[in-house]
């Protein structure tokens, strides 16, 4: 029998993610970080498009953007964002947006259908200001005390005066309201080359991992570098590049199958090429679902720092600067795009955690949550080259749309 069901309109999908590419253009990305006038585009064009899809419109005290439905029934919540990384891709954050967007006009309008798709467009999941500040607001995990002490982490405005400068200080933030969505449903590319490399369509996402980040610092003693016998020296830059080299050593003993881990900042003091750095420090980062596989390589990194410190000549200091919790998907979500998938996209569909974090993480602490990738060509992400082919984003435009369908009908 012929599905005469409402389908994703493809050519709809691309016009606004080509829309909105357009905003804050950079070679074949975008550069739109949180609060700039790109950004700001960005929200006032989703704004002006919710009503389109059966939705009141509105901007809350901390940015994010929600649409609303009257319609009877089932509510469910999807979105993502629509700031950017620096100088990053088009598709990372837009595409979940106008997936649900698209769901929204579709479903919405479709009298055989109970219930309802509302749209939200979080702030700052890509942290200008901080981690997840939108949807940890709708949660209830930022205080009014969070927001006066955040600073963007490129020009150091305060978040205030951002929030000033869009015409937003004194609105207040919305929050969830208990029992209103059955659950909540992100879109968003891959960012790695799975599927890709599979030649699958649909990644149905199984969990969101934790992230864990710690500051560690050697201490060793600044000298003059052309005086100072290398037998004597206390090189806090050395050392920091020895216990690098060591982590590579230790951490595949320890990690689990899909554990990442990197190194992505350094500075030496007092960084000049004729004295030897007294200090050092670097920024380190741990990715894993599972908080057991976390605490045991943290307790490797602390080990490590110990066994440093003891055989000198540098004294080596672990901080813990965040706990990121991971987030398991709903089972009966990931069933709902599965299905859709088969029906859609030839079953070329696969379960797979996220390497990467997102505001559907969030979400989970408080309702049940699913998440859909496409494939990222040669799997990147957070840079201008970042890329997915249209056929690609129509197929998962129809796959998003039927699952919401089937979730509502659930």
């Not at 020895?242 to 590579?248: E, G, L, Q, R, S």
Request: a negative charge.
């Amino acid at each position: 029998m012929l599905d005469t069901k409402p389908r994703a309109d493809g050519k709809r999908v691309l016009a606004d993610l080509n829309t909105l590419r357009a905003i804050g253009a950079y070679k074949t990305g975008v550069h739109k970080p949180t609060f700039s006038e790109p950004h700001k585009q960005s929200l006032e064009w989703l704004v002006q498009k919710l009503p389109d899809a059966g939705l009141s419109a509105a901007i809350d005290g901390i940015g994010n953007v929600f649409g609303t439905s009257a319609k009877s029934g089932p509510k469910l919540l999807a979105g993502s964002h629509l700031e950017s990384q620096n100088y990053a891709g088009w598709l990372d954050g837009p595409l979940g947006v106008v997936y649900a967007l698209e769901a929204a006009r579709v479903l919405n309008a479709d009298p055989a259908l109970k219930g309802a798709v509302e749209v939200a467009a979080w702030c700052d999941e890509e942290g200008h200001f901080g981690h997840f500040l939108g949807s940890r607001s709708y949660v209830g995990q930022v205080t009014e005390a969070d927001i006066d002490a955040t600073r963007d982490r490129t020009s150091g405005r305060t978040m205030r005066e951002a929030l000033a400068d869009m015409g937003l200080a004194g609105r207040p933030r919305v929050a969830a309201e208990p029992g209103r969505h059955v659950g909540y449903l992100e879109a968003h590319i891959e960012q790695g080359d799975a599927l890709e490399s599979g030649g699958l369509a649909i990644g149905v996402v199984t969990s969101i991992v934790g992230i864990w980040q710690y500051r560690i610092n050697f201490t060793g003693e600044q000298n003059h570098a052309g005086t100072t016998r290398m037998a004597v020296r206390k090189d806090a830059g050395l050392a920091l590049a020895k216990f690098c080299v060591a982590i590579d050593e230790r951490f595949p003993a320890a990690c689990g199958p899909r554990t990442v881990w990197t190194t992505g900042r350094i500075a030496l003091d007092p960084g000049a090429p004729s004295i030897i750095p007294g200090g050092a420090e670097m920024l380190f980062q741990i990715r894993d679902d599972d908080p057991a596989v976390i605490a045991r390589l943290e307790a490797v990194l602390r080990t490590m720092a110990d066994e440093f410190s003891a055989n000198g000549p540098c004294t080596v200091a672990v901080t813990k600067l965040r706990t990121g919790a991971p987030a398991m998907m709903n089972p009966s979500f990931q069933d709902a795009i599965e299905a859709a998938s088969r029906a859609l996209a030839g079953g070329r569909s696969v379960r797979m955690p996220s390497g990467a974090g997102h505001d559907a993480q969030m979400l989970a602490t408080i309702m049940p949550a699913g998440m859909l990738f496409v494939p990222s060509i040669g799997g990147i992400s957070h840079h201008w080259t970042e890329d997915t082919a249209d056929a690609d984003i129509v197929t998962g435009a129809e796959v998003f749309v039927d699952a919401c369908r089937r979730i509502l009908s659930g």
